[in-house]
């Protein structure tokens, strides 16, 4: 049982480095310039405290943020949603266990962290008023839903002790708790509606006594393996002992129950159970369930425990219907044998479907087909039958309505594809297939199937006049461009309904919200520009020509309106196709070159046209997110926003070509912006998260393209991760000489440039444990490196509270300011080639 570290923030340099010893006296620039000779700062100068960045980035951190958009399931209320931007420190150190891959609230068993809403309005479509729902005080409220007939929307709140269940009416905003339910929302938080005012959900067990406390271990945490292969990726937060597998019940046990929520009356169904999903199944009143059995594992997370798949009803009745194997032991990329995944048709026959594997779960093993969709009917006694056949690992099922068809994706690991077949569930017809792409080829997404809730709650691929619809990005070479395409089930034509930027419109990004009506003759968008916030519009007419606010969003950052951004496309050495969104800060004059982050994430390709596709659109409203790279333009610094960097080639093999290729990506980035005459190529500074980091310190390691570089929660030993990291799909005794080179704490003797290294305190991300910074950091310090490294408290692998990403911004800025001076015009910027690679 793992409980909240100490607080702490560590704030560590190397022995050549000089700190900051501004960091004493609070946000600003370093306080003691002639800290950049080199010299070692004082003890005091590492005061461990939050800082703050400038007041222009304190500023946008702090603004009001952008509501979303829920349209309730009758279409005739629109949800505005704000959500609160930040949570505390004081939040994050609220106790917390972390057991089974998972962290869980144990005062009201619900997930650690939260969205919390701030203020929600209802406005009534297509031209009602907007009425302001009254929140009470004592909690936070999350987890907006409408009832099936739009006429109630429920809310959760938490409290210290409970979450909550409150039920508000549409027509007069009155919102009222349930009485005496607490809510378990710790592995599920869906619920099945029998009716217009009853439900099924899970609750904490009414009786279940006190948690067990051990005031010490009964003895040591021991595993044992014997000739068995079992290469599970390396995971945080697992259970260790049969102490934290006892507590762990404890906490992950519910009680299903039907709550009545005109009268408040609830009443049990059944015996409590480790219940980690309910669903309805079929149209009449009954649900299928997923139970975790014991003993439960020490090497992979509760998601991949044992479960039995039951058909449950409101009298108590159970049938168990199928038992999904504990995943160890399986290949690496594979799945296990037998039953897994079930699914609960959403028609009138309410079949139960699981998918298994026809080639032993192995997905490297030869195989014509690799997965095969079996089909159990009521009563639930009989023999399942085959009625479905994959040719790669299933990744997907929609129910169409109806219940009769469904959308089956497939993901062919090796290739990088999918595709999508409309299946007839029972059988009776053969497939249709509608899709096939590579998964990087977005100009060929066709985008997200339209659903529509039931009125049992379930959600499924909504059908007019057999037809569905498709929301889709709209990915073109000259931007995205968002659309609403409807496609004919009879004969798998697509019809073109609505996109972004249809007739002449240049300046707006406009993206499908809702289809009001079977024929699609009024629509929801939600429209932006450069300088406008989203606001939602109602349009109809001829090709939906019409249009009319529905919302009136104002701009809560108006200081970023000075910020210019264009897009730009060039090519790297071997021909490949690059770009990046080039943002000017606040000022820039043309001509003018300043020190510059680039921002990056690198992505594997299968083939160089799909690397070189358009992302992004430049009609997008300006708005930066809590701890992006851009709030650095406020400090003046130009910034290379989401460079991309492909790595071609066969999956398989694809990494041993990764350090030449992000390589060549570098290169060509720094000339491009030094080309366009904004950057100085003595002053370039690379950064990214993750697998960012992970780039930017072997762009350090290997060349002398960067002046110096900042990497956050990153991975650097992949020795550390021996099964597979990223689209690896080679573990590392296949392919030790890769895992090494790819290992930047191998180079870090090498590793010269100033390097910047930040990690949440308790990142739970596969592979990216801390001690990849902490090992990186020990080894560049003893090296006679220059690294910083901050270790941020209670934060995993995004950060999340107020103080941290504004003590994030600051070390991102100070840094800059520290390896190539301020954010202001450089005198006599060179423009020389600078080398490559060492």
């Excluded at 946008?60 to 943020?65: H, M, P, S």
């Excluded at 051990?214 to 079992?230: K, N, T």
């Excluded at 090497?299 to 039951?310: C, S």
């Excluded at 090992?775 to 995993?796: D, I, K």
Aim: charged letters at 20%.
């Amino acid at each position: 049982m793992q409980m909240p570290r100490p607080l702490s923030l560590i704030l560590s340099l190397a022995a050549a480095f000089g700190g900051f010893s501004a960091m004493a006296a609070g946000a600003g620039s370093p306080a003691d310039a002639t800290t950049a000779t080199g010299a070692r700062p004082a003890a005091d100068a590492l005061a461990q405290v939050y800082q703050q960045p400038s007041a222009a980035i304190r500023a946008v951190l702090d603004a009001k943020g952008l509501p979303t958009y829920q349209v309730s399931p009758d279409q005739r209320t629109l949800a505005i949603v704000e959500n609160r931007k930040y949570r505390a420190i004081a939040e994050l150190a609220r106790p917390v266990l972390r057991q089974a891959g998972l962290r869980y609230d144990p005062a009201t068993d619900s997930p650690q962290l939260i969205n919390f809403i701030e203020s929600l309005s209802l406005r009534a479509l297509p031209d009602g008023a907007e009425r302001r729902i009254a929140l009470p005080a004592g909690g936070a409220f999350h987890q907006l839903r409408f009832s099936p007939d739009g006429k109630r929307f429920l809310l959760n709140r938490r409290t210290d002790t409970a979450i909550e269940l409150w039920v508000g009416d549409v027509a007069t905003g009155q919102l009222k708790a349930v009485p005496k339910l607490k809510l378990h929302t710790m592995l599920e938080n869906d619920f099945v509606w029998l009716n217009d005012h009853e439900i099924v959900t899970l609750a904490v067990p009414a009786k279940r006594g006190p948690a067990p406390v051990f005031s010490a271990p009964l003895g040591p945490s021991i595993q044992e393996s014997v000739a068995r292969v079992s290469p599970e990726r390396t995971q945080q937060d697992l259970l260790t002992n049969p102490q934290e597998s006892e507590v762990f019940a404890y906490h992950a046990t519910s009680q299903l129950v039907r709550v009545d929520l005109n009268g408040g009356a609830v009443r049990t169904v059944g015996e409590p159970g480790l219940f980690t999903r309910v669903e309805p199944l079929g149209t009449s009143g009954q649900w299928l369930t997923m139970r975790l059995l014991q003993p439960f594992s020490y090497q992979v997370g509760w998601d991949e425990f044992a479960a039995q798949a039951e058909v449950r009803d409101a009298t108590g009745k159970v049938l168990p219907v199928g038992r999904v194997k504990l995943k160890e032991g399986v290949p690496a990329e594979g799945v296990i044998t037998g039953p897994r995944r079930f699914f609960a048709s959403s028609g009138a026959d309410a079949a139960v479907y699981w998918v298994e594997a026809l080639d032993g779960g192995d997905t490297r093993a030869p195989a014509q087909f690799r997965d095969r969709l079996m089909r159990l009917d009521a009563p639930y006694t009989g023999t399942p039958r085959e009625v479905h056949r994959l040719t790669q690992r299933l990744s997907g099922l929609a129910f169409l309505e109806g219940g009769r068809q469904a959308l089956v994706q497939d993901f062919e690991v090796a290739k990088l594809r999918t595709s999508t077949e409309l299946v007839t569930m029972d059988g009776s017809a053969p497939a249709r297939r509608l899709v096939e792409r590579s998964m990087r080829d977005r100009y060929r997404d066709p985008g997200t199937p339209l659903t529509r809730m039931q009125s049992n709650g379930r959600r499924v691929v909504r059908v007019d006049g057999g037809s569905i619809w498709y929301f889709g990005t709209g990915a073109t070479p000259e931007g995205d461009k968002p659309f609403i395409d409807r496609l004919s089930l009879a004969d798998n034509k697509t019809t073109r309904l609505f996109q972004s930027g249809r007739n002449g419109d240049a300046v707006h990004y406009e993206r499908p919200l809702a289809v009001l009506d079977a024929a699609g003759a009024q629509v929801l968008t939600v429209r932006e520009s450069a300088n406008e916030p989203g606001n939602v519009m109602l349009r109809g007419g001829a090709a939906l020509a019409d249009m009319k606010p529905v919302t009136d969003v104002k701009d809560p950052t108006p200081q970023l309106r000075d910020i210019k951004r264009e897009f730009v496309r060039f090519k790297r050495a071997d021909g490949v196709e690059l770009s990046f969104w080039m943002y000017l800060p606040p000022g820039h004059k043309a001509g003018e070159r300043r020190p510059t982050f680039v921002w990056a994430y690198p992505l594997e390709y299968t083939d160089a046209s799909t690397a070189g596709q358009v992302s992004g659109s430049g009609n997008r409203f300006n708005t930066f997110a809590g701890m992006s790279p851009l709030m650095l333009l406020l400090d003046g610094y130009v910034v290379l926003m989401d460079a991309t960097m492909p790595v071609v080639g066969d999956p398989k093999t694809v990494n041993d070509s990764f350090i030449a290729q992000i390589t060549a990506n570098a290169q060509a980035i720094i000339d491009k912006a030094v080309d366009l005459g904004v950057s100085d190529r003595e002053k370039m500074v690379v950064g990214g998260h993750s697998y960012g980091a992970f780039m930017t310190a072997n762009l350090l390691a290997h060349t002398d393209l960067f002046k110096a570089g900042i990497a956050r929660s990153g991975a650097y030993n992949r020795s550390l991760t021996p099964f597979g990291f990223q689209s690896e799909r080679r573990t590392y005794w296949e392919a030790q000489d890769v895992y090494q080179k790819l290992s930047p704490f191998n180079y870090a003797d090498k590793l010269k440039e100033p390097l910047l290294l930040i990690h949440g305190e308790a990142d739970n991300n596969s592979g990216t444990f801390p001690i990849q910074s902490a090992r990186l950091y020990q080894a560049l310090a003893g090296t006679g490196g220059t690294v910083r490294y901050v270790s941020l408290p209670f934060e995993s692998h995004g950060y999340s509270a107020r103080e941290s990403l504004g003590h994030t911004l600051w070390e991102m800025s100070e840094w800059m300011k520290r390896q190539v001076g301020p954010g202001a015009p450089v005198a006599g910027a060179a423009d020389a080639k600078a080398p490559a690679a060492r």
